[in-house]
Nanobody, 135 residues
């Protein structure tokens, strides 16, 4: 099982940008997923973006961030970055990196794309990094 560490969070003004990084210790040889989620107090955890690694390599975005956030994989650093642009106060929250490595969930995620943004499919989580956007 991989271990994940997020970094890059901070406080910015509306319209600003941040780049978050998730560094993984260890990497499965087979197909798996890494994703970014966010948690706002009092709301359900929201899947933002997910990318397949060692498989079809496809990226999935939620409608709420499509066009503003970009996820990228750095194989050399074994990391998954999330670039947050045009930030709004409603983007404020704790951002988590996650990995789904179990063959059963990964297989389902490959067949049903909507599951790639479901937190219950992921088995490994980082501790989160805070993003605060002020008006």
């Amino acid at each position: 099982q991989v271990q994940l560490v997020e970094s890059g969070g901070g406080s910015v003004q509306t319209g600003g940008s941040l780049r978050l990084s998730c560094v993984a210790a260890g990497s499965p040889k087979g197909s798996y997923y890494m994703g970014w989620f966010r948690q706002v107090p009092g709301t359900e955890r929201e899947g933002l973006a997910a990318v397949n690694i060692n498989g079809d390599g496809r990226t999935t975005y939620s409608n709420s961030v499509k066009g503003r956030f970009t996820v990228s994989r750095d194989n050399a650093k074994n990391s998954l970055d999330l670039e947050l642009n045009s930030l709004k106060p409603e983007d404020t929250g704790i951002y988590y990196c996650a990995a789904a490595t179990a063959p059963g969930p990964v297989g389902a995620m490959e067949v049903f794309p909507a599951q790639r943004l479901r937190g219950e499919k992921y088995d490994t989580w980082g501790q989160g990094t805070q993003v605060t956007v002020s008006s």
